[in-house]
């Protein structure tokens, strides 16, 4: 059996041979003594055109009044046409129909809406939109890979049921075998979890970071990607409960060189799914967003911004005295908004901007104090459209500082003993950070909700499937 991808690859190679190719129906004509279907077996964006001839054909009245998203097997000759729109067409000897289609397929040829089709996640895969998004997605992936093991970095897969919460932010989705109808209790009247699978209250992982540390301190350049978890109540269009993250970890690194990373894996992923999905790319940007293409060559090839936190302060102050509404109050202290965000990396910059250097309050435990004690060695950076998508930081490595933060925010210190020790046994300054991959999946389709760039998301009130 061929893909249709082979035959584009090496159309010259098949011409006037024999091939059997297996896909979907995609629109289907009949001109009486001539059908035309057109067939796609999601190898690649484009479709092949199948001739159907009612003399050679037997089963012609049967494949011509199939319905679309019916499943084939055709076996035929490639013809060359190199006076025709396509380069090629399939001259079919047979057809089998292996399933066709009820005629009430949901995804019909006509425009559907997103909402619509978030509705159909067991189908909207096969439509021209999702197929180009989450190829982008599959691409991507691998240019994530192949950039980082390319460099030397070692991958790690960093555990999914946790028992530290990496970020302090309380937002865990809780993993028990306990019944809830009969939760046993101590004499106090409390949970008693060492009862539980675990012998204590255990989380989906919020964040890979804390164990990719522990790796980074033995091979020196790791990364993670996987799976991570967020019980946010926030309905948003770039929230999902369930989402995947990329976190690079760097021994002997600080937060100009873990900043350099950052932009140069951005660069190089946008390059790689540019030079490996140009199909893609033209649908997405002819359809979802007209300026997609130039955006992403221009971001390929400028340098990103750098403004410390204070900075970007001054910038929102001085537009909000210039009479730009916020929403939200911007002073000295206050955790940066989506707007915020917004108006910095698309107004004030016009790309993608690294906000370095935030209140320490604001921030999680692990950032490295800055020498003003009162700020910490983070870098998040903003991308127009969507605002964050890289969290990132220096981490403190000096044991003191550390012990003395973790005590301050009241955080139970005996859940972070592993962490402390890497302090204690041959610590060195190092650095990291997460990137949110279906942020810049988002960012690389131009799609401007994270549900449609997750094949099956999960967001609050929402988990079908
Ligand atoms: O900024 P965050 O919370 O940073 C961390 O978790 C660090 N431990 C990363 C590190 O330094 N190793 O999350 C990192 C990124 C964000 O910038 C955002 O892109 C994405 O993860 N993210 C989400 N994406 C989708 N849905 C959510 N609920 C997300 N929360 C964070
Ligand atoms: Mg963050």
């Not at 055709?74 to 001259?91: H, I, S």
């Not at 890289?390 to 859940?415: A, C, F, H, N, T």
């Not at 991959?437 to 609050?460: A, K, Q, S, W």
Request: with cysteine; hydrophobic share 40%; proline share 4%.
């Amino acid at each position: 059996r061929t893909k249709i991808a082979s035959l584009y690859a090496g159309k010259e190679g098949f011409a006037g041979k024999d091939v059997t190719v297996a896909g979907w129906v995609r629109s289907i004509r009949d001109m009486k003594n001539f059908g035309f279907v057109v067939l796609n077996d999601g190898s690649c964006f484009k479709d092949l055109q199948v001739v159907l001839n009612r003399e050679e054909l037997a089963n012609y009245d049967e494949v011509t009044s199939l319905t679309v998203g019916s499943a084939l097997i055709v076996e035929g000759t490639l013809a060359l046409t190199p006076d025709r729109p396509q380069p090629f067409e399939l001259k079919a000897a047979t057809v089998v129909v292996e399933g066709a289609a009820e005629p009430d397929y949901p995804m019909q040829k006509k425009r559907q809406t997103r909402e619509f089709l978030r509705t159909q996640q067991h189908l909207r895969s096969r439509t021209n939109l999702f197929r180009a998004v989450f190829r982008v997605r599959s691409v991507a992936a691998f240019a994530i890979h192949t950039f980082f093991q390319e460099r030397g970095f070692v991958y790690v897969n960093t555990p999914i049921i946790t028992a530290s919460d990496a970020e302090g932010a309380g937002e865990m989705f809780r993993v028990t075998t306990l019944d809830l109808n009969d939760v046993p209790r101590t004499e106090d009247g409390k949970v008693d979890w060492s009862k539980d699978f675990f012998g204590k209250p255990c989380n989906l992982t919020v964040s890979g970071q804390l164990q990719a540390e522990n790796f980074a301190m033995s091979f020196g350049d790791v990364y993670t990607f996987g799976p991570t978890f967020r019980a946010e109540d926030s309905n948003t269009r770039r929230h999902a409960a369930e989402f995947w993250m990329v976190e690079p970890e760097m021994a002997f690194c600080d937060l100009a060189q873990d900043m350099d990373v950052a932009e140069d894996m951005l660069k190089y992923v946008i390059r790689y799914v540019m030079d490996r999905c140009p199909d893609e790319l033209d649908m997405l940007n002819r359809f979802v967003d007209k300026g997609l293409k130039e955006r992403l060559e221009h971001v390929a090839s400028s340098d990103f911004a750098r403004v410390s936190y204070t900075e970007a302060i001054e910038v929102l102050q001085a537009a909000r005295d210039a009479g730009h509404e916020f929403e939200y109050p911007v002073e000295w202290g206050v955790d940066l908004q989506t707007e915020h965000e917004r108006y910095l990396t698309e107004h004030h910059f016009g790309r993608p901007t690294f906000v370095t250097d935030y209140p320490a309050q604001i921030k999680a435990f692990y950032m490295r104090l800055n020498d003003d004690g009162r700020t910490v060695a983070a870098a998040d950076c903003l991308v127009p459209g969507i605002g964050e998508i890289i969290g990132g930081s220096q981490r403190e490595e000096r044991l003191d500082v550390l012990e003395r933060r973790i005590e301050e925010l009241g955080m139970d210190e005996s859940q972070y003993k592993y962490y402390l020790d890497l302090r204690r046994y041959g610590g060195c300054h190092h650095a990291g950070f997460g990137l949110g991959f279906e942020r810049l999946v988002m960012y690389l389709t131009g799609i401007d909700n994270i549900r449609d760039v997750l094949p099956h998301p999960r967001t609050v009130g929402n988990a079908d499937f």
